[in-house]
């Protein structure tokens, strides 16, 4: 389905997408895992050919960078947050996307249908919740029925039941054969959806893995966020990694995802090398609903 | 939120490569972001403000230019013409560079830009629906501007010079699509709308008052002839502007001094579409810079 060769792409000095390769089949789900900066988004913004980027990429045999435009008619996308017109009612904004990706009038009710929005179509953009604008940027995305989802940190902005909704809806996406591609900082979304991770670092591969060899445990997972001395995060994060927690830094402390009975692991690891922890925090937890087949 | 419709994910049984709606055509595409652009446009607060504004000033201008001078209070369209040349040349540059401006800075501010070009739409086809969009915002503003001042005069004052006066609304509608361009071609190479804006203004100012300073002391200080002054000043869309709706009203531009006695002499009857051309690629080559930067640009 889509075929990424060497992608690198750099803004002025600093190469934020290094020499990156992969093959996803037809229905597969791969996550894009990474702390901030590793180059997630800007990878999924040259896999979409919205900027220029050194190497080769196509999507359904489509060269993305030559035929772009027919290259995401086969993609519907994502993105963290919903950015449209604010003022724009709900209708208008599907009736507009349905008319650039040359989906029947009808399509567009069936898509508001498919993602729970039905009866809101007189609603403006900027009167949605989060959650609520979430699934309208699915339901664009599935307006023209495209075979490719790609999400770019789809639930980062949503409460815990913003994202079970979504983490539910792209569950029943994947069981209908579509493929998926997603940047995601949660653990328990990747074990939910993927089959397989990339982890990302300063923009090269770290890791091509599955999410059980990530996270290596049939426990649910659980994310601690661990507040440190600003200057020792890196260095922390090192310590964890080679500990064998999947680390994250997002500017807010250390993001370590853990089995749930091994909360207090990662901070006995700091205090073996001595980083000390002033404060730790549970995210919310989400549960992942069952779908019926 | 319930599970999905079936009809909404049955892509997996369809061929690699072939989405069930392919991309639009060009020119489809084009039509999809220009009739969204008119849409927002018409119902926007600068819309509103610079109808209303604008018509206000024609009619105001009608009243107060030319009250006395015809038996009726009115002399006609050609005299209303000539009054309404000054407001033209100020408020139409504005509105049009401004708008411009907005266009693309405006998108990539709200973080609207990578959504739509994630879309299967090309740069070009964004730049170009949304140039058409405005422009055809921008138009009907005038329009309803010149329409009302127009049905004043014509209940006042009769039809006398209404040729002047249609001449002076096209003139003033090329003006604005070449203004309109210079803004968007400021707006691709903006980060900030407020850039753009900033940028925008100075352009209008530079365009109608420092250019004329400009040529006026270029002209004493590099004792300039008089086809140098004329081809100097043409380069201005301003200038241009202004001689053509002279020209347009059987005017002759001998009023404008030795360089329009020399424009007049030398270009004859081919002067006004001299002046129409050099607006017309005002319009023109921003669009097509604006078009090719913002298709080269490294990212959105």
Known sequence: MITATNVTKKFGPVTAVSDVSFDLADGASLALWGSNGAGKTTLIRCLLGVCRFKGRASIGGVDVRRRGRHARALVGYVPQELAFHDDVRLASAMNFFAGLRRAAPARAAQSLAAVGLTGHERKRVRDLSGGMKQRLALAIALLSDPPLIVLDEPTSNLDAAGRGEVVHTLRALKQAGKTLIFASHRPDEVIALADRVIVLERGRVERDTTPAELWPTEKPVQVVRLHLAMAREEDAAEALRQAGHAVHLNGEGLCVAVARDRKAEPISTHARHHNEVRDNEMLDDVQVPEVTP | ?300
């Open chain 2, 1 to 300: 939120m319930t599970a999905l419709a079936s009809s909404a994910i049955t892509a997996s049984d369809r061929p690699l490569g072939s989405a069930a709606t392919p991309a639009r055509s060009f020119v489809g595409g084009i039509a999809a972001f220009a009739r969204r652009e008119f849409r927002d446009a018409i119902a926007s607060r600068w819309f509103l403000l610079y109808t209303v504004a604008f018509t206000v000033l024609a009619v105001g201008v009608s009243f107060l230019s030319l009250s006395g001078v015809g038996s009726h209070g009115f002399a006609g369209f050609g005299r209303t013409a000539a009054g309404l040349l000054n407001l033209v040349m100020l408020v139409v540059p504005l509105m049009a560079l401004t708008a411009g401006a907005g266009a693309i800075a405006g998108e990539r501010e709200r973080g609207t830009l990578i959504y739509l070009l994630a879309q299967p739409v090309s740069r070009t086809q964004l730049i170009l629906g949304k140039y058409v969009g405005l422009a055809t915002a921008l138009v009907c503003s005038l329009c309803i501007g010149f329409g009302v001042s127009a049905a004043v005069l014509a209940w006042r004052a009769g039809g006398v010079g209404i040729t002047a006066y249609a001449m002076l609304v096209a003139f003033t509608a090329l003006l604005a699509l070449a203004m309109l361009s210079v803004g968007v071609l400021i707006s691709v190479v903006s980060r900030r709308s407020a850039v753009a804006t900033g940028i925008a203004l100075f352009v209008w100012l530079t365009l109608v008052f420092v250019s004329d300073l400009g040529l006026m002391a270029s002209s004493i200080l590099f004792r300039l002839r008089v086809q140098e002054i004329f081809s100097l000043a043409i380069v201005n869309p301003m200038q241009s502007f202004k001689m053509a709706v002279i020209v347009n009203m059987n005017a002759s531009l001998d009023v404008l001094g030795p360089v329009g006695a020399y424009a007049s002499f030398t270009l004859g009857r081919a002067l006004p579409w001299v002046l129409a051309a050099t607006i017309a690629a005002w319009a023109a080559v921003p669009l097509v810079l604006a078009t090719i930067l913002f298709a080269r640009r490294n990212s959105p």
